[in-house]
């Protein structure tokens, strides 16, 4: 491999226009694409479509009950009944007895509702977004790429048989059991504010055939870059060392920049660099996928520096944005970069320290692992 990967993006204009009415993410599909073509970094990748999958494929992780609702006739025509209502404004039509009787439940049960309420198309969102980062993952297993982005994929939320946080299917998992069937280790790393679901505190380390194989890092408030690249570096340096991946994927959710709702971290498209280069420099091949981000234009300022430090590392992006379709939405700044706020650090140095510690003590160090790891990284 050269020293700049071979890189590619999968997208399809029906793929963006489905993600685009994801309803925790409306558009963010559609801006995201157009800043990456305006700075014309997808000339610096390949690009293809999501693969044309079909239900089995789902059911590689998915329940059959679950996936055969999302499918149904009724749904579809529930979907887009309530987007109709939607544009109308219309709120006295809750009547849903044409469905017959177990629809509800059947919603209730598959948690459609809340924060996953169905949407517009979300039968061929569903295909798009588990097609998109199954046909990464392919390209992966065949070797015709180094690193394989889709955007829209990262919705680690999802369960076997329900729909949960903004997530109706695990294109995530699926990603990586296709993986699985060249790379016996897939490494998973999950950089998403919120974490992906069974995990928690730092003694959470996987439950039944799992144990062991789930390390937690939970951080607080505040996160700066400065603390983040720290700890990352310094635990994906064990990690890989210990467990020795053939392949990496990363859930690429920004919700912990500065400028998203949750205002939680504090962190810049810098850190988030940082973290995917120092993936990117392992060589391993690497399938990287979106996930949460709230604000939109500050998602797409960061996921577009991301795919240009890979495609084109001695590049700098001109840091006033170019006019196009979504220039507005980059008030007041209409700039690239994200600034920190001033968010005071919660991550003490006292509880970084502590918690690289238990990593210490977790994946010891072993002279002959270390230096074999070292070997078939500079080859
Ligand atoms: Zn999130």
């Known amino acids: 491999m050269s020293s700049i990967p071979r890189c590619t993006l999968i997208r399809s204009t029906e793929s963006i226009q489905n993600t685009d009415l994801l309803p925790s993410n409306l558009d963010r599909s559609s801006v995201v694409h157009a800043l990456i073509d305006v700075y014309k970094v997808h000339q610096s990748l390949e690009i293809i479509p999501p693969a044309k999958i079909r239900r089995a494929h789902l059911l590689e992780y998915h329940d059959s009950g679950y996936i055969d609702f999302l499918l149904s006739k009724d749904l579809e025509k529930y979907s887009k009944e309530i987007s109709v209502d939607d544009d109308d404004d219309n709120n006295d039509n809750d009547d849903n007895s044409e469905y ?23 039968n061929k969102y569903i295909f798009n977004v588990a097609g998109g980062t199954l046909a990464a993952a392919e390209h992966l297993n065949r070797d015709k790429t180094d690193v394989a982005i889709h955007w829209e994929g990262g919705r680690h939320h999802a369960g076997r048989d329900q729909a949960s946080g903004f997530c109706y299917v695990n294109d995530v998992v699926l990603g990586i059991l296709h993986l699985q069937r060249k790379f016996s280790t897939v490494l998973y790393i999950d950089l998403d504010l919120h974490h992906g679901d069974g995990t928690g505190s730092i003694n959470e380390d996987g439950k039944g055939k799992g144990k062991n194989f789930n390390l937690n890092i939970p951080l607080k408030a505040g996160l700066t870059d400065a603390a983040f690249t720290r700890i990352f570096e310094r635990i994906m340096a064990k990690v890989f060392n210990f467990f020795s991946p053939q392949a990496v994927v990363v859930q690429c959710g920004c919700d912990g920049l500065s400028g998203d709702p949750n205002k939680i971290w504090n962190l810049t498209s810098e850190g988030y660099i940082q973290a995917i280069n120092s993936i990117v420099q392992t060589k391993l091949p690497l399938l990287l996928v979106g996930g949460g981000g709230y604000s939109t234009p500050d998602v797409a300022r960061c996921w577009i520096k991301i795919t240009s430090a890979i495609t084109q590392p001695t590049t700098k992006l001109e840091n006033d944005i170019p006019p196009h379709e ?12 994200i600034a920190p706020s001033v968010t005071p650090d919660e991550n003490t140095d006292k509880y970084i320290d502590e918690m690289l510690l238990l ?21």
Not at 111 to 120: A, K, R, T, V
Not at 326 to 337: A, G, I, N, T
């Open 359 to 379: 990593v210490d003590d977790r994946y010891p160090d072993d002279e002959k692992e270390c230096r074999s790891n070292q070997e078939s990284k500079s080859a």
């Open 100 to 122: 017959g009787e177990d629809f509800e439940d059947d919603l209730q049960e598959f948690g459609l509702e809340f924060d996953c309420p169905p949407f517009l198309d979300l």
């Open 326 to 337: 979504y220039f507005d939405l980059y008030k007041p700044s209409f700039e690239l970069d």
